[in-house]
């Protein structure tokens, strides 16, 4: 780990935070302990992106499956293992990432989701989309919606960026019913 965790935070809100994420996840959840334990202004924005991402019209299957397949193609450990736990607690079983990663192959993804996974693989990897692959995810979405695509895909990569260069591992959280 690059950084010491901070497991006594002396601020009466990081307190508050602790305990929110030991009922919520049964730990308290490695941002907290490395990066808003020194920084309650990121924690604060980080807060409003979930918070404003509740009041976004996407289904909740599609914003989750957005967070799983972006954090594991930045192979962020600790977003990964985040979304992996979510997935389960929303008992949303996704396949398994090795599979998940060879989309355009399977026959178990629909169009529709290659399309989704085909524009979010090309944002994350050049920052940019292909007119084919607009035009494609266009075919499946209304522009509304891909505004709130790119826009759960742009925040995503911002989570991974804070987590993977700060050396945040998984925190081997695992959700049983």
Known sequence: MRLQPIDKPKSILLKLAYIASKIQFGKVIAPLR???SRST???????K??????KLSLPKEIKLKIR???AHLNECKFCSNLQD???????KEFVEWKELSEYKQSSRFSNKEKALFSYLEEVTFTKKASDSTFETLRSYFSEKEIVEITWICATENYFNLLGKPLGLNS???????
């Open 41 to 47: 202004p990121i924690m604060m924005s980080s807060m």
């Open 34 to 36: 490395f990066i808003y």
């Open 85 to 91: 736990y979510i997935s389960r607690k929303e008992s």
């Open 171 to 177: 925190d081997e959280m695992v959700f049983s019913k």
């Open 49 to 54: 992106i979930l918070s404003t991402e509740k």
């Open 68 to 70: 799983f397949f972006i």
